[in-house]
Nanobody, 119 residues
Framework: QVQLVESGGGLVQAGGSLRLSCAASGSIFSFNAMGWYRQAPGKQRELVARISSLGVTNYADSVKGRFTISRDNVKNTVYLQMNSLKPEDTAVYYC?????????????WGQGTQVTVSS
């Protein structure tokens, strides 16, 4: 039911930058938190960055100081600005929205967008 549409992935050389976008159906105020996860080949999906409905952010240690998550409440869109990219950042990046309803957490996912960083 919830639609999360991602864009902005692509190919970039090490040291370059990309900005990912995630447009959500309806208001992002409907979610307690939104964030970005990534999954590299042979690895589990991991949290990259998250922002709560109160604006509190947290990041994976591996991306602190390089990535920034932000939101536009009017456009119902969450962004991930990625700077100083490294080859180890190569992964499929997924937008996530989380909502707490009737005593349970519900997670919604975008289709994923490929980010490839060459050395």
């Amino acid at each position: 039911q919830v639609q999360l549409v991602e864009s902005g992935g692509g190919l970039v050389q090490a040291g370059g930058s990309l900005r990912l976008s995630c447009a959500a159906s309806g208001s992002i105020f409907s979610f307690n938190a939104m964030g970005w996860y990534r999954q590299a080949p042979g690895k589990q999906r991991e949290l990259v960055a998250r922002i709560s409905s109160l604006g509190v952010t947290n990041y994976a240690d591996s991306v602190k100081g390089r990535f920034t998550i932000s939101r536009d409440n009017v456009k119902n869109t969450v962004y991930l600005q990625m700077n100083s990219l490294k080859p180890e950042d190569t992964a499929v990046y997924y937008c996530n929205a989380a909502k707490f309803q009737v005593g349970s957490w519900y997670d919604y996912w975008g289709q994923g967008t490929q980010v490839t960083v060459s050395s």
